[in-house]
């Protein structure tokens, strides 16, 4: 168990508790109810009275990290992690590696958007990539029970941050750079350059695998000497060619001179790349293609990643899209299934980059028969506010707006007509909505499943 503790309500007998001081939250004030709870220790960035022995730090979070780095990491050696960072598709890359691992014999745990599964365990995290202690005491519970590899989710803040400190990856992964999270890091070069960083936490006889048709990827391939790709073209794993479906994808692909085919679970283009990546990780753990291939049958994609249902006639679609550049993919992607129109419904969360939400909003309209934008995540910005952002980019009259996303969802499942897709974008796996500070239960594909249970 690890001997250190941030959160008093989770105190056992004996523990250390570390006050952090955080952006709405003191530690400090949490003292005496940490040690109530069983403290036996107390570090602190000022004097306190207590009635346990007490140790003042000058920064309390950095004592931590230091302290699991030094007395935890080395035991998480004997873990293979796998660590796979870019702006979008890390959920879906992650998720299919650990159900291919599973279903291949691996004693594997995934870690990430979705949350943290192993065997028995699933746990939701609140961040991508959870908080460092998170991160340890989640790797460590794992090890004991028998899990051998972790798949994890890296994320740029998690890197920047360094909550992944101390943990060295066997296997990594990148898969594109996109914009995105630029008001935290204020410009492409910064933020694709934190990244980078990932490189500096791989084992010295690592691999990394990069999608080679993402330009970013050059950085990564002169920077770690042991780097294999995948793409369109001459790539260690080579994309031949590729025929989508509503249901499944077929992919021909090459790799060292030998033509494979599979067929997969997954729909879109961008859904290529992702399994290629995925295959790419599981061939550089040790297995061979054919039975990657032969497993490839029972793997699906995570929740909210291009979920699809049938609805009267035609199709609606739930994707995690948020971004414009998977926005434009997404849509890109349907436009090419489609018979018939792409109904496309998307928002932008408050609180977030505003740069973004007029790119999107022109993305949206030209690329969509028809649009309606609604609220995502408002959070704590005036959802009109964040509305006016996003049709300021918008020149074209084939959209309305519905702030109320359960009625926009009806509204866009109303319009659907024979060989029609909808879109339902930006929120995918999240069953709640950020209204102000409170979380409220809502989920695109139960709005989904309910409307088609009244028809």
């Not at 970013?216 to 294999?228: D, G, L, P, Q, R």
């Not at 859904?271 to 295959?279: A, E, F, H």
């Not at 990643?305 to 679609?317: D, F, I, S």
């Amino acid at each position: 168990m690890i001997q250190y503790e941030t959160d008093s309500r989770k105190i056992r007998p004996g523990q250390i508790f570390v006050a952090i001081k955080g952006n709405t939250v003191d530690g400090h004030d949490y003292i005496n109810e940490a040690i109530q709870n069983g403290a036996m220790k107390i570090i602190a960035e000022h004097k306190v009275e207590c009635s346990v022995p007490i140790e003042i730090v000058k920064n309390s979070f950095k004592y931590l990290q230091d302290k699991l780095v030094m007395e935890y990491s080395s035991n998480l050696e004997n873990l293979k992690i796998i660590g796979v960072t870019g702006t979008n598709g890390k959920t879906t890359t992650c998720f299919l590696t650990y159900q291919l691992l599973k279903s291949l014999g691996v004693k594997v745990a995934y870690m990430g958007t979705i949350g943290f599964y192993y065997e028995d365990m699933q746990i939701e995290l609140p961040n991508t990539t959870p908080e460092i202690l998170t991160i340890y005491k989640l790797l460590s519970e794992s090890l004991e029970k028998g899990c051998t590899t972790v798949v994890m989710e890296v994320s740029s803040h998690s890197i920047d941050l360094e909550r992944i400190a101390g943990l060295k990856f066997q296997i990594g992964g990148f898969t594109n750079l996109t914009e995105d999270h630029l008001d935290y890091h204020k410009t492409m070069t910064r933020y694709g350059n934190v990244k980078l960083k990932l490189l500096n936490y791989m084992k010295n006889d690592g691999t990394f695998i990069v999608n080679h048709d993402d330009k970013t990827s050059e950085k990564f391939i002169k920077k770690y000497a042991n780097t294999k790709t995948i793409g369109i073209g001459e790539n260690s794993y080579q994309i031949l060619d590729f025929n989508i479906s509503p249901d499944h994808t077929n992919i021909s692909f090459q790799v060292q001179n030998q033509n494979y085919e599979v067929v997969t679970n997954l729909t879109s283009k961008f859904n290529v790349y992702n399994y290629m990546l995925t295959l790419a990780i599981c061939h550089q753990y040790g297995f061979d293609i054919p039975s990657i291939i032969e497993k490839t049958k029972e793997i699906y994609p995570p929740k909210g990643r291009c979920e699809t249902y049938p609805v009267k006639k035609g199709y609606a679609v739930v994707d995690y899209a948020h971004t414009p550049d998977a926005v434009e993919k997404v849509i890109d992607s349907y436009r090419e299934l489609a018979k018939k129109r792409i109904i496309t419904l998307v928002g932008c969360g408050g609180d977030r980059d505003p740069k973004k939400r007029p790119i999107m909003g022109n993305i949206a309209v030209i690329k969509s028969n028809y649009v309606i934008f609604t609220s995502d995540n408002p959070r704590t910005e005036d959802p009109e506010k964040i509305m006016n952002d996003i049709i300021s980019g918008v020149k074209t009259d084939n959209y309305e707006i519905i702030l109320d996303r359960k009625k926009a969802i009806k509204k866009a499942l109303d319009l659907l007509k024979e060989d029609d897709i909808a879109l339902i974008l930006g929120k995918g796996h999240e069953d709640y909505q950020i209204l102000g500070h409170e979380k409220v239960h809502f989920d695109d594909a139960e709005e989904i499943l309910k409307y088609n249970e009244k028809k």
